[in-house]
């Protein structure tokens, strides 16, 4: 094919001279045939192609399948039911319920009941009435002095800088119409997580972003100024997250920009590191000390952590420490392994952590075999996006879950899987301002507001058709999971709560 291309293109460059000669308005053609045949012979000479350089410019054709291998699968190849993470399934619930147009659906389910871990809900013979509930949970231990009421949904972190300005300020926008928290991630406290007044849990990570000395360390001073501001209602100290848990993360220096430099308290243009540990606390009971300081720096607002789940050994150990010291965060998110991310190392992507389902139930069950669960608030987070996997969440032990890709296809997400590369198609994932214009807020942050709106009534005809008049009747029994393909079991067999055990 080498050979091949070299023979073709000394003809083509051939007869392309004679025919300029005799026909000199050959020129238009000469001007598409030259750059392609250019192109051809760069790959031809290039040495890190293999493909390119066996098949001198057909050979891009395959490398531009390669990059939008994913694009040409969502649209063209895969079915309603196929597609990862989300299957269009799962992103046509979204989409309807944000744009608050028709939410039915003909024909039955595309989702097999025969398949190996297919989950389904138990309705009941008589559905209640009416359901009672304003689907809100106080979040504060007996050590807090501003609880906080909380949605039993709201908007996981997400940083302004991974995410853009447009989609920060829509997120706002939205939840401050449907009355949710929005997490700020671990990028900071900026002017677009104020712009409406929604509630904001303010998330510290391991760079602690907006709080920080000039050496990287926390900074109380910075912290209390942004704990103390009204808005921030929630304060949550990321330890580890599900899409990269135990691993740090980069901010290329190319997105690094001035203004987001100054919302992240580092020096603009330089990449920077955010480490998989924290250099305030290295154990349980500098953990317990650093939540002590920060409630005291917020006036006694909830402190948080967030982690996703690994050793569970490390687990119960903190736990037990909690319980001697009698000294806890006011909540925990737990972060299941298929959590999303921006970017991820490729290992703690595809096979760290522990699930959100197992995570869960393990988290209530350690919590309430150590006599603090009472205490402690469990939100949870990982793919959940309907009023089903609100429910098994809930039924699982928590009190509350978190959604970021939810949110995400509210704003307009199509799954691209380009959120590392600056590239995002809709103006989600990236600071190129012509792309950013493609995300009108006022139109996004009230889809934003109609996903959340839509899913919570769908959750409260969920529960009536289940005979459940509020959350206080939810319980395993009611969700069935396919063992086999002739076996099938409660979450009450599965998932044995610690007084059976």
Same mark, same amino acid.
């Given at each position: 094919m080498r050979r091949g291309f070299i023979i073709m293109s000394i003809l083509l460059v051939l007869v392309l001279a004679a025919m300029l000669i005799l026909y000199p308005l050959w020129w238009g053609v000469a001007l598409i045939i030259i750059p392609l045949l250019i192109l051809g012979l760069i790959d031809y000479c290039q040495k890190s192609n293999n493909i390119r350089r066996t098949y001198p410019l057909f050979g891009r054709i395959t490398n531009l399948l390669e990059k939008q291998?994913?694009?040409?699968?969502?649209?063209?190849?895969?079915?309603?039911?196929?597609?990862?993470?989300f299957n269009w399934i799962q992103k046509e619930i979204i989409y309807k319920r944000a744009a608050d147009a028709n939410k039915s659906q003909p024909f039955g389910t595309q989702i097999p009941y025969d398949k190996v871990g297919r989950e389904w809900f138990t309705h009941s013979t008589y559905p209640v009435k009416e359901v009672n509930?304003?689907?809100?949970?106080?979040?504060?231990?007996?050590?807090?002095?501003?609880? =906080?009421? @909380?949605?039993?949904? %709201?908007l996981s972190?997400?940083? =302004?800088? @991974?995410?853009?300005? %447009?989609?920060?300020?829509?997120?706002?926008?939205?939840a401050k119409i449907a009355g949710f928290a929005q997490n700020t991630g671990e990028g900071g406290f900026t002017p677009y997580h104020q712009e409406y007044g929604a509630d904001i849990i303010f998330q510290i990570g391991t760079g602690y972003f907006g709080c920080r000395t000039k050496e990287g360390n926390f900074d109380p001073e910075k912290f209390r100024d942004i704990a103390l501001h009204e808005v921030v209602k929630m304060i949550e100290i990321k330890i580890s997250q599900g899409a990269k848990p135990g691993f740090g993360a980069i901010l290329p220096a190319k997105k690094n920009t001035e203004e987001i430099a100054k919302f992240r308290d580092v020096e603009k243009g330089k990449q920077i590191l955010s480490p998989p540990h924290h250099s305030a606390f290295g154990s349980d009971e500098e953990m317990i000390f650093f939540i002590d300081k920060l409630r005291k720096l917020s006036n006694g607002k909830p402190i948080g952590i967030k982690l996703c789940i690994g050793q569970k050994d490390e687990f119960d150990s903190m736990a037990q420490s909690l319980a001697k010291n009698q000294n806890?965060?006011?909540?925990?998110a737990i972060d299941g392994a298929e959590g999303g991310t921006g970017a991820a190392h490729m290992e703690s992507l595809h096979w760290a952590g522990l699930p959100i389902v197992e995570a869960i139930h393990f988290a209530h069950s350690t919590l309430v075999k150590h006599k603090i669960r009472d205490e402690i608030k469990l939100m949870a987070a990982g793919k959940i996006i309907s009023a089903f996997d609100i429910y098994r969440m809930l039924a699982l032990g928590a009190d509350a879950c978190y959604s970021a890709r939810g949110m995400m296809f509210a704003l307009g997400c199509v799954q691209s899987l380009k959120c590392n590369l600056d590239k995002c198609p809709t103006g989600i994932t990236t600071m190129e301002p012509s792309r950013v214009k493609s995300l009108v807020v006022e139109d996004k942050k009230t889809k934003v507001a109609n996903y959340h709106k839509n899913t919570m009534e769908a959750f409260k005809e969920l529960l009536g058709s289940m005979g459940l008049e509020n959350r206080k009747g939810i319980q395993k029994k009611y969700i069935v999971r396919r063992i086999n393909e002739t076996e099938t079991k409660t979450y009450d067999e599965i998932f044995v709560n610690p007084s059976k055990e």
């Open positions: 291998r994913h694009v040409f699968q969502e649209i063209v190849l895969l079915n309603r039911a196929e597609g990862k993470p509930d304003d689907f809100r949970v106080t979040v504060g231990s007996s050590l807090c002095t501003q609880p =906080y009421s @909380s949605s039993i949904l %709201n972190g997400m940083s =302004y800088g @991974s995410i853009s300005k %447009n989609a920060t300020l829509a997120l706002n926008g939205g806890y965060p006011d909540f925990i």
